[in-house]
């Protein structure tokens, strides 16, 4: 496998190649994995990237990162909506159906990775920038439309 393959096609192998993972139990791996589970099926990432998301699962998710949440993501690469929605889910911890300011934090500064702009951004700029219902909350799926916007608009 590499960065050009749609995984959609790949489900089997790649719940194989998680739950062959050293700290596999239970449906999660732990982030000492994470880089040779990003090598395993070789999805051709900087280190810079491969780190950000390692700090990303360590700090927001207690080092733990599940197959629903690799598989989620891996199988919706390819497409830009359906990636943004996954890492709107993953943002919302406390599975409120809302991003918290707390959430943000993470979210924002693992999009850095992607697009350094994002550096700084304050959470009253985020909900300025993504609730578009005015309700003063940002909703997962109105996080998820400002997620693509970030990935549509970054230099990398």
Known sequence: MNSEVDYRDKVDELKKIFKNMPTYKDGYITTKDFTNLIKGVNYERSEEHIQAYTNYWEKYHGEKFS??????????????????????????????????????????????????????????????????????????????????????????
């Open 67 to 156: 197959l629903e949440n690799f598989l989620a993501i891996f199988t919706s690469l390819y497409n830009t909506s359906e990636l943004a929605r996954q890492h709107a889910i993953m943002a919302d911890i406390d599975k409120n159906g809302f991003i918290s300011s707390h959430e943000f934090q993470g979210i924002a500064n693992l999009m850095c990775v992607h697009d350094a702009r994002l550096a700084g951004k304050s959470f009253v700029e985020f909900v300025q920038e993504a609730d578009t219902n005015r309700d003063g909350k940002v909703s997962i799926d109105e996080c998820a439309v400002w997620i693509e916007k970030q990935i549509n608009n970054s230099s990398v």
